[in-house]
């Protein structure tokens, strides 16, 4: 069973890239509502909810690891996988840089994210031979929580975070928090048809995908389950929107 967590909703952007490659595959997904947003917090606390995300995964069965959040990626891998050191644990953001090295020939590429995402400086250290721009986009999560999916606010709020990048003459975007996708037809057309949007969940899917064909296990099929800390409003509508299947939703204690 693979297993995958978040802050909340952003992780399922994840699940339907993987969805989209594997139809039947049964997923175990954490939605850490109680404690969303992850990305305004230290590198420590992301790290330890990292480790409680995960270990709650593997009780549930997963012997596979998808840390479908950028935040944890950048700072929490090294405390999960010392917890887990013999699971396949695989993150967000190598596989994003890897699409980057084929796709951006002017090698000046933008970044939004996480504020702690953008402090880790991740990218740049992954990308030395690049300008990397970053911006931290800390609003659009909460927007995207809440399903303000297509108001008016949300469409100024990533016009104001937008606009430094738009100034810096970048050839690719990196959508560098899961939950930014869900944003992508408000965000795609206010960076301009010349800058090409990557989504760090398809190449991880695309990643994953490879494994487990590789081991024999891409032809598995059953049921998904998907826990959460809290149950919030807006959580169930927006994952079967985006997913665009019905889903049962538990709430337990991590
Ligand atoms: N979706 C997560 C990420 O990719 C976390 C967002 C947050 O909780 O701040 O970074």
């Known amino acids: 069973m693979i297993g995958l967590f978040d802050s909340g909703i952003g992780g399922l952007t994840v699940v339907k890239a993987i969805w989209e490659k594997l139809p039947n595959m049964p997923l175990v997904y954490f939605g850490d509502t109680a404690r969303t947003p992850y990305g305004n917090k230290s590198a420590e606390v992301v790290s330890q909810y990292g480790v409680e995300a995960a270990e709650f995964l593997v009780s549930q069965g997963a012997t596979v690891i998808v840390v479908a959040c950028n935040t944890v990626s950048a700072v929490g891998m090294e405390a999960i996988k010392n917890k887990f050191p013999n699971l396949p644990i695989f993150e967000v953001i190598t596989p994003a840089v890897n699409r980057i090295r084929n796709s951006s020939k002017s090698k000046r590429i933008g970044i939004i994210g996480t504020r702690t995402l953008v402090n880790s400086k991740i990218y740049s250290s992954l990308l030395a031979d690049f300008e990397v721009f970053q911006q931290a986009a800390p609003l659009l999560v909460p927007l995207v929580e809440e399903n303000w999916l297509k108001k008016p606010e949300t469409k100024r709020i990533i016009k104001f975070y937008l606009s430094p990048l738009k ?66 409003p807006q959580f169930q509508n927006i994952a079967e929107s985006w997913l665009k299947r019905k889903i049962k939703l538990e709430k337990v204690t991590v």
């Open 167 to 232: 100034r810096q003459q970048i050839d690719a975007l990196v959508l560098a928090c899961t939950h930014y996708p869900l944003l992508k037809s408000l965000i795609a057309p206010r960076i301009g048809r010349r800058v090409k949007i990557i989504d760090p969940a398809d190449e991880t899917a695309a990643v994953l995908a490879d494994y487990l064909i590789k081991n024999n296990q891409a032809d598995k099929s059953g049921d998904s389950h998907f826990y959460v800390s809290d149950l919030t």
